[in-house]
């Protein structure tokens, strides 16, 4: 009886579907020993009795070509995803087309989003979009995962990091609410993720050369990456010379449409840069023309001697707002903004320059459209360099570090403790006042503050402790729309 059962407990441990018994003139089923069939039925493992004689070498060859058949069907499966997306990749497909060939190859609904759990597209792949996007942010960053590619039992989600060259910038969301998601999933998804990734480079090098060296240099010049000579040096190379000239930041900033994909902004943007660029020739000014982020075409002017800075701001404006209205560019014609820095005399000023028409775009933008050509707004601080910024991988990690734990936890629990902790930084870390500013008695306020630091694991009585959450919340609000 205990070798019997033992047989049938090994049997269970390497994962046997089931036992097939081929009676013989011994046994009946009533017969049947009786240790075996408890034990069977204690490891949960079907027994199946044949009465009559059976030729058991056509059963094995009738499974092993169940087995083939299986496995040729997932090589087929493997090979049409591999032709599938390396075409894909060969013909620049955009984000969209991707996530909707997943959608069609999979059956399931996808989402890709960026590091701040922003849906940039997806494939609705039958199910109804409100639906599928409803709560997106809270309902992404209540599934943790482990891994670059994974698999969540209870939300059903199959993700997958999507980035190149240790650079992640977004993740791979596929909804197939199944126990066991097949291997074949996982593999489309990361090879989706791949050509993704791939394609996300190449569109990098789409624009002129000449472009490109022009956004090189306004982003040297933002982020200190090359000494003022050389950007002078390689400028002047390019036909602009910075040396001797008044430097004027100017940055054109797109007004965002009700619900903009991904595809719409960036052909918006291009085709704004393209339109300041024309503007800079026809009114015979210098300057560096490039993007800046996902929304902003920057420009460095290099005023002469003899230029008036006011008439040829005004001029530039006025040519921009001309291209714009013709009926050639009706995506642009939504709206934009103009933002002008303070005039610097020399390139290592630059950057100030530009980071001041940042700030004041980012002000602008805010605000209904007004009369005014173009904005000279000061000391936006903060919100405006965070806002440039949103879309940096850098920032969101950032962001993911100091309040992840917290969003996380709201978003599980339905709590507002971020709101509490954006009260408490903004109440300059005054407890009295942020209670009576959330409307809460102070020891139900204190209550949270305490709640929060053991999520976050630190100390809000330290000033540095409290400006790294500020920041962070500060960020937090500029990446979400």
């Known amino acids: 009886r205990d070798r019997l059962a033992d047989f049938i407990a090994d049997l269970a441990k390497l994962g046997t579907a089931g036992l097939v018994l081929e009676l013989g003139r011994r046994y009946t089923d009533s017969t049947l020993p009786k240790a075996l069939l408890a034990a069977a039925e204690k490891h949960s493992l079907p027994v199946i009795t044949l009465a009559l004689d059976t030729r058991f070498v056509t059963i094995t060859e009738a499974v092993h070509g169940l087995i083939i058949d299986a496995q040729l069907a997932e090589l087929r499966a493997s090979d049409e995803v591999h032709q599938t997306f390396t075409e894909l990749a060969v013909e620049g497909a955009s984000p969209d087309e991707v996530v909707q060939q997943i959608g069609r190859m999979s059956g399931c609904p996808v989402v890709l989003e960026n590091l701040a759990h922003q849906a940039l597209t997806y494939s609705q ?27 969540d039992e209870r939300s059903g989600w199959l993700t997958t990091v999507v980035g190149a060259r240790g650079h992640d910038w977004g993740r791979l969301v596929l909804i197939c609410n199944d126990p066991t998601p097949v291997p074949r999933l996982s593999m489309l998804l990361e090879r989706a993720a791949s050509t993704l990734a791939l394609n996300r480079l190449v569109e990098r090098d789409r624009d002129s050369l ?22 002078a040096l390689r400028a002047r190379a390019l036909g602009v010379t910075l040396d001797g000239r008044r430097l004027v930041g100017v940055v054109l900033r797109l007004r965002t449409t009700a619900h903009p994909t991904a595809l719409e902004t960036q052909a918006r943007l291009r085709e704004l840069t393209d339109q300041a660029a024309a503007a800079v020739r026809d009114r015979r000014l210098s300057a560096l023309i490039g993007t800046l982020d996902e929304h902003s075409v920057g420009l460095l002017l290099a005023l002469g001697p003899q230029d008036r800075e006011d008439a040829a701001l005004d001029g530039f404006a006025e040519r921009v707002r001309r291209l714009v209205e013709r009926p050639t560019s009706p995506s642009v014609a939504d709206g934009y903004v103009i933002a002008v820095g303070s005039s610097v005399g020399a390139v290592r000023d630059a950057r ?6 940042v700030q004041v775009a980012d002000a602008a933008v805010r605000q209904p459209a007004g009369p005014a050509p173009y904005h000279r707004l000061v000391d936006v601080r903060l919100r405006g360099l965070l806002h440039l910024l949103r879309d940096d991988a850098r920032l969101q990690t950032f962001v993911e570090r100091e309040l992840g734990p917290l969003l ?15 009260v408490y930084v903004e109440s300059g870390r ?7 500013a959330a409307h809460l008695s102070r020891p139900s306020f204190y209550e949270r503050l305490h709640r929060i630091e053991r999520i976050l694991s630190v100390d809000l009585d330290s000033v540095e402790s409290c400006l790294a959450l500020h920041v962070a919340l500060l960020a937090l609000e500029a990446i979400r729309p």
């Open 352 to 357: 100030r320059s530009l980071l001041e028409a």
């Open 210 to 231: 000449e472009r490109q060296t022009h956004r090189t240099l306004l982003t040297a010049i933002l982020s200190h990456g090359q000494p003022a000579s050389e950007v």
């Open 125 to 151: 792949a039958g199910a109804d979009p409100a639906v599928l996007l409803d709560g997106w942010e809270g309902r992404s960053r209540s599934v943790r995962t482990q891994g670059r590619t994974s698999y």
């Open 408 to 422: 996380a936890y709201d978003a599980e629990r339905g709590t507002d403790l971020v709101r509490m902790l954006t």
């Open 430 to 436: 005054n407890k009295s006042a942020a209670a009576d």
